[in-house]
């Protein structure tokens, strides 16, 4: 039932039809699969088959998370991040959240809570405890915290200012797919930073970025081209 509502949400060997994923989603939620439960709450938060409704993806995400999903809590955690109609924005009830994702060793959940001590939202900023949250989530390979990594190491942040190090964190998140660390790897080799300039590298990553959608690059790309 997971199975088949998952194929009619993306569309393998069929046409994709929301309702009819929802309808297996459903069975399968009601017969305590947690991916289902998951899936009914992100098909509630971007309105897939069904009104968009804030309250009853969390209401899905809890049930989803209370059977021990993870990154359910993460979901909840980035409704109450954002400003999303229905739905009380704090920072605080986010961190709440974000923290029993991470309690699990969740990536994505180490890594949103590694953001919110960065930007000193619903806590008290701290650049050390970022570092060490993305540390933890990097070591999961989760691109995102290693370009967040490279960005500590480039501002001297809660580390040591360490320019080769920052370009290395790059990388490594540029490789996993990552279009923000792309776009920083295109400006380090634009401007020689822990690397030395190299302006088709510089174009090259730009580029890359550019195909991941990143606005940045596209704008450094077109003054590189000049």
């Known amino acids: 039932q997971l199975h088949l509502g998952y194929c009619y949400a993306k569309g393998l060997g ?19 699969n947690m991916y289902a439960c998951y899936n009914l709450g992100l098909f509630y938060e971007r309105g897939d088959g069904v009104d968009k409704d804030f309250k009853e993806a969390i209401n899905w995400y809890l049930k989803a998370a209370d059977m021990g999903y993870a990154d359910a809590y993460v979901s909840i955690g980035n409704l109450y991040y954002g400003f999303n109609y229905g739905i009380d924005h704090s920072y605080e009830e986010a961190v709440k959240w974000y923290e029993k994702a991470a309690q699990l060793n969740n990536a ?14 619903g806590v008290t900023r701290d650049y050390q405890k970022a570092y060490e ?20 190491y480039e501002e001297g942040n809660g580390v040591k200012k360490d320019k080769k190090k920052a370009f290395e964190y790059y990388i ?21 930073i822990g690397v030395k300039k190299n302006k088709q590298e510089a174009i090259k990553w730009y580029r ?16 590189l081209n000049k």
Do not use: F, I
């Not at 994505?108 to 939202?121: E, I, K």
């Not at 949250?133 to 500590?152: C, F, I, R, T, W």
């Not at 890359?208 to 003054?223: D, F, I, P, S």
């Open 172 to 192: 490594k998140a540029a490789e996993l797919g990552n279009t923000s660390a792309s776009s920083n790897v295109g400006r380090c080799y634009e401007k020689g």
């Open 133 to 152: 949250l993305y540390m933890k989530a990097a070591e999961q390979n989760y691109a995102p915290s290693y370009n967040n990594l490279g960005v500590l």
């Open 108 to 121: 994505r959940g180490l890594h949103s809570l590694g953001r919110c001590y960065y930007d000193g939202d």
């Open 208 to 223: 890359k970025a550019v195909e991941q959608g990143n606005e940045h690059a596209e704008k450094r790309l077109k003054e």
């Open 14 to 32: 069929v046409k994709v039809d929301y309702k009819e994923a929802l309808k297996w989603y459903m069975m399968a939620a009601d017969q305590g």
